[in-house]
C-alpha cells in the first residue's frame, strides 16, 4: 500500500523565520534542474537507481508507494520523502542510512541538509564518480 506522510511541523520547534526559509531554498535542490535543462538531484537519483534494481519494477513500485514529492515549501515533509525514497525496504544498498539522522534532525534545515547530502552521495555512488565503501 501507499505510504501515508503525518505532516511534519516546520517552524514549529527550533526553527526560525529564517531558517525555515533557508530550509525552503536548500530543499528546491531536490527539484530543480542541476544544470541548464539537466534533471533534478530526484530525477537523476531515480534513473540510476533503476539501473541498479534488485528486481525489476522495484524503483516503480516505490515511487508509486511514496507518492508525489512534496513540494520545496514543505522542507521536513520534503526531507523524509527523500529518505524514505533513498533508504527504501527493503533496501537497494545505494545510498548511506539516513532515516535515523533525519528522525532526529532538530529543524527544517538540518533534515534537508541530511537528506541533500545522502542523495548526492548515493547518487555519486551509483554513478561512479565517489563509491560508498
Do not use: C
Amino acid at each position: 500500500g501507499r505510504v501515508k506522510f503525518l505532516p511534519a511541523e516546520d517552524g514549529v520547534t527550533g526553527d526560525d523565520e529564517s531558517a525555515l526559509g533557508r530550509a525552503i531554498s536548500k530543499g528546491r535542490r531536490f527539484t530543480d534542474p542541476t544544470a541548464s535543462d539537466g534533471p533534478s538531484l530526484i530525477e537523476r537519483w531515480i534513473e540510476l537507481a533503476r539501473e541498479n534494481e534488485r528486481e525489476p519494477g522495484q524503483i516503480d513500485a516505490l515511487l508509486r508507494d511514496l507518492g508525489d514529492a512534496p513540494p520545496a515549501g514543505r522542507p521536513s515533509d520534503l526531507a523524509f520523502w527523500v529518505g524514505a525514497l533513498i533508504n527504501p525496504i527493503p533496501a537497494m544498498g545505494v545510498a548511506m542510512e539516513v532515516r535515523p539522522a533525519l528522525l532526529t534532525a532538530e529543524t527544517a534545515e538540518e533534515r534537508v541538509q541530511v537528506a541533500l547530502e545522502g542523495i548526492e552521495a548515493s547518487i555519486g555512488h551509483m554513478d561512479g564518480t565517489a563509491r560508498m565503501r
